[in-house]
């Protein structure tokens, strides 16, 4: 498909996933030869640091069993009922 530069402004993200389709996609300018818009192989995709890709921690976060949640749950009440809330002669 060739299309004139103002097309190619106006449908950039349309023109980008015809590219990816595999379809050529050509820009036309008058009097300079036309620019050919391709997906480039060189380098592989890895996304952004902070980009939160679904499923990309998959296996790296371990569930505690039942036993663990409730261990947890008995050290965190301990903490709230039987500690003092400020320590004496601590401010």
């Known amino acids: 498909m060739q299309v004139s530069l103002q097309y190619a402004a106006e449908h950039l993200a349309e023109l980008a996933s015809a590219a990816r389709r595999g379809e050529e996609v050509e ?7 036309p ?3 391709v997906v480039s192989t060189s380098a592989p995709f890895t996304p952004k640091p ?4 679904l499923g ?4 790296k976060m371990i569930v505690p069993t039942w036993e663990e949640w409730k ?7 301990r903490e709230m009922c039987d500690a003092p809330f400020i320590s ?3 401010i």
């Open 27 to 33: 820009i036309a300018q008058p009097d300079e030869p």
């Open 35 to 37: 620019i050919k818009l």
């Open 50 to 53: 902070g980009r939160r890709i």
């Open 56 to 59: 990309a921690g998959r296996g």
């Open 71 to 77: 261990a947890m749950d008995e050290e965190i009440e």
């Open 88 to 90: 004496s002669g601590e």
